[in-house]
């Protein structure tokens, strides 16, 4: 007997009990589904309350498996078969699996749930009958109810039965866009894109925000900014990308404002700037990935001085987590790579070498009295530019420059 996958169970992460919420999550994860799923033509999907089936028709059962895992909204995957319920084939179907599972020592255990009612066997003798069934055919295996090597779930449900014994976990959170729209601040750094994911992750949709300064910043600075957020429409798909211009901000700065607050005034405006956006463009939050005391501009006083500008809640996702942690996401999110290119940021050009730790509200009022605040940060919203970014490869992008250079 071949065994082939028929379908890929989806199991629901954190599902809200109300009803209206409940609908909203399983149509909005569907459809993320459905996204991810469209270059598997023969792949169907139907939603169920408790569950998603993604009924594979003859599709590759791993590479269907490789695109759920990145989909936000699910708890776990089982690779399943669906079979009729029909006590000779399920049988003949066990004995298949455990024998093609089989080596020395293996133990298991058959653990059946049966929610139609209607069928010849409760789900005592099921277990009783289909496990006698597994030593007829496999005489020294054997069972064990803690942790056994194998777990074969049987279901027997109204419109089928099903086996499965595989369980890959999902990627959790909830499904992307759900909780509505915040503002990302994307550097080129290793932190933003992070704690864009997190966010992601927990269903707010972003647009990313990008200070560039040029010509003291350049188009590969932009450029790598750009790839971190391409990097990020894998998990929620797309985003659009407002590069600000920052130059004459960063000039003006630099001329007026004594060089230890020059760090303090430079994020009060990237905050104002951000927050001018969310409003005009209907966003909730505002997200950067600021991380307490990694440096001078994250400590609690700065933080507090920087969010002054606004009552909008900032959410710091990165905020109590160590640098090492934050590392290990990038990697596991395919970030780091493209955030350690070497291309300056707007922030390190302008940076002073000694910028306060603990700078003053009285003082930064003091300094910005001498800013036409209003029309600089007009300008600069402006002077926006939107694109839209897709999963789709870009022949710009920096990490095919630098294979092309080697
Ligand atoms: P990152 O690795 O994200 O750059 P970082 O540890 O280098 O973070 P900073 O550069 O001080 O820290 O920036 C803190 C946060 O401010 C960033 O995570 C990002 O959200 C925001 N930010 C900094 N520079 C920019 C920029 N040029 N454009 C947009 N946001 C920025
Ligand atoms: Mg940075």
Redesign the pocket.
Known sequence: MTLQYSEIMVRYGELSTKKKNRKRFINKLQEHIQAVLTPFSQVTVRADYDRCHVFLNGADHGLVLEALEKVFGIQALNPAYQLPKDMAILTETVQAIMTDLYRDGLTFKISTKRSDHSFELDSRQLNQVLGSAVFDVLPDIKVQMKKPDVTLRVEIREEAAYLYHEEIKGAGGLPAGISGKGML????????PV?GYLALKRGVSIEA???ASPPYTSPAALQKARDLTRQLTKFGGNIRFIEVPFTEIQEELKDKVFDAYLMTLTRRF?MRITDRLRQDRNGLIII????LG??A??TLESMQAINAVTNTPVIRPLVAMDKLDIIELAQKIDTFEISIQPFE???TIFAPDHPKTSPKLEKVEQYEARLDIEGLVNRAVAGITVTEITPQADPDAISDLIEDLL
């Open positions: 601040m994307m550097s080129g750094g290793i932190d933003s704690a925000v990008h200070f990237m950067n990935g600021e991380s990694q440096v501009s994250q940021d707007c922030c």
